[in-house]
Nanobody, 116 residues
Framework: QVQLVESGGGAVQTGGSLTLSCKVS????????MRWYRQRPGKEREFVAR????????DYAASVKGRFTGSRDNAKKTVYLQMNNLKPEDTAVYYC?????????WGQGTQVTVSS
């Protein structure tokens, strides 16, 4: 079955960096777009980045553009989110997502906490 496992979250100070990973199984990563979402405290889950199947095909939410970089390594079955210049408002649980067989599939999430 489809599984998504996020890792790499943690606590950093403003201006710090983290790289999140999402290891997938149960489907061929090469042919699926992957997405990163986040859920900030007291807020709805929101889109962060979409990583297409072609090299360089990445879209970002305006709030993270220029600071976050999405990428994939199909051979490692892993999707990444490099996060630089982190701000307190980036504090959230980060989830990876795939739309597989007409259903959204989610990982368990990884917590990112940015202190000022």
């Amino acid at each position: 079955q489809v599984q998504l496992v996020e890792s790499g979250g943690g606590a950093v100070q403003t201006g710090g960096s983290l790289t999140l990973s999402c290891k997938v199984s149960g489907f061929l990563l090469d042919v699926y777009r992957m997405r990163w979402y986040r859920q900030r405290p007291g807020k709805e889950r929101e889109f962060v980045a979409r990583i297409g199947t072609l090299a360089g095909e990445v879209d970002y939410a305006a709030s993270v553009k220029g600071r976050f970089t999405g990428s994939r390594d199909n051979a490692k079955k892993t999707v990444y989110l490099q996060m630089n210049n982190l701000k307190p408002e980036d504090t959230a649980v980060y989830y990876c997502n795939v739309y597989y067989e007409n259903k959204d599939k989610w990982g368990q999430g990884t917590q990112v906490t940015v202190s000022s």
